[in-house]
């Protein structure tokens, strides 16, 4: 067997705290902002979503004497998504969850604000690359107008202050909105979901020198046309899905982790992509025990890899409570020799200094 190494590589494991800037509801709030979403929905006009978070909430409350037995929090959106998978044995349930759960991040999910200070031309190394973002200061300064998540992504990639034109990156998340694959597309950066043999009502379809973008949660813009188990279809946007699919495919954070068997193919390639990453690269995601089959997969991804330098968590949460985490899934000899490092910050306050993604070997 042929070991890859890797010199530059990093891959991004994105949990919801990545899309929180764009207005999606984290999982301890998700119940809150689904109640605010059911009231301002027309029940004529809107009838599948209202419908839909209607038997959500229904379902919750029925789902009580679960909580009386087994340590469950049915107030937590992924708990709940697992337990009624568990017992719907029709779909017929699972579709209200999921329904729910892709009008909620749809009707909350807000345009990229802007922070930080501006990127200007002269720190910018790869200028010619963004050329339609240029702008002028009121002092004539050429700058880049990125949003945030412009701004975090390009970043991320090496395309602002890196020269290393070898550099590798990818993408996992769980996460279920399309904020990363809207900015991708923004920046005209190709991606590629690993799905297989699926069909297409989107711009990118180019897996040529494109980034991994690996869901393995499933995605509101993915869909089956037909009853679940037809051609997986990739949207253009969540609304679209919401409106052609008969069933969204997103899948709760335990149980079986494939839709139908069309997604085996994205975990085969984040296992892939662990293998050779040179830095794992951790961003708003705490690991919650609903998802523990995590640890599992960077088990299967690292058990070959020869190139792992570090594992980095950026996370604003205590040191201490990261620590705790982070432990029950790295070994005691990474923490020793000081391989996995803990940024307390913000992933848009961590981009924004260029010491730090010399850290992760974005800047020169």
């Known amino acids: 067997m042929t070991i890859e190494f890797k010199t530059n590589k990093n891959v ?24 605010e979403v059911l009231n301002s929905l027309d029940p004529n006009k809107d009838k599948r979503a209202f419908e839909a978070i209607k038997t959500l ?15 469950t929090n049915l107030d937590n959106i992924e708990e709940l998504f697992s337990f009624i998978s568990a017992i719907d ?3 017929s349930l699972v579709n209200s969850v999921v329904d729910s759960i892709a009008i909620t991040i749809e ?11 501006k990127i200007y031309l002269e720190d910018f190394i790869l200028n010619q690359k963004y050329q339609k973002f240029r702008r002028l200061d009121e002092r ?37 909105d399309t904020v990363l694959e809207e900015t991708l597309n923004s920046l005209e950066i190709d991606y590629s979901y690993y799905l297989g043999k699926v069909s297409y009502e989107t711009i990118n379809t180019n897996y040529n020198e494109s980034v991994s973008l690996l869901k393995l949660h499933g995605s509101v813009n993915w869909g089956f046309p037909g009853t679940r188990g ?3 279809t990739i949207y253009k946007n969540s609304s679209e899905c919401f409106q052609k699919s008969k069933s969204i495919a ?11 068997g ?3 193919k994205v975990w085969q390639q984040a296992v892939k992509e662990l293998k050779t990453a040179t830095r794992i690269i951790i961003i708003g995601f705490s690991f919650p025990e609903t998802d523990n089959h995590v640890k599992y997969l960077l088990s299967a991804g690292l058990k070959d890899n020869i190139s792992l330098r570090n594992v980095l968590f950026i996370n604003p949460m205590e040191e201490n409570e990261a620590k705790r985490k982070l432990s029950k899934v790295f070994s005691d000899s990474l923490f020793i020799n000081d391989k996995v490092l803990i940024s307390r910050t913000k992933i848009e306050n961590f981009i924004d200094k260029q010491e730090n993604l010399k850290l992760i070997n974005r800047a020169s």
């Open 12 to 35: 991004y494991i994105l949990g919801a705290g990545f899309s929180v800037p764009a207005g999606i509801p984290t999982i301890d709030n998700f119940f809150d902002k689904t109640k």
């Open 57 to 71: 909430l229904e379902l919750r409350f029925q789902s009580a004497a679960a909580a009386y037995w087994t340590k």
């Open 89 to 91: 044995e029709g779909y």
């Open 107 to 117: 009707k909350l999910k807000s345009e990229p604000g802007n922070f930080g200070n």
């Open 140 to 176: 004539a300064y050429a700058y880049l107008d990125f949003n945030n998540y412009q701004r975090i992504v390009a970043s991320l990639l090496g395309n602002i202050y890196a020269t290393d034109d070898d550099a590798e990156n990818a993408f996992i998340t769980f996460n279920y």
């Open 230 to 232: 037809s051609k997986l």
């Open 250 to 260: 997103i899948i709760p954070p335990t149980w079986n982790k494939h839709i139908d």
């Open 262 to 264: 069309q997604t085996e």
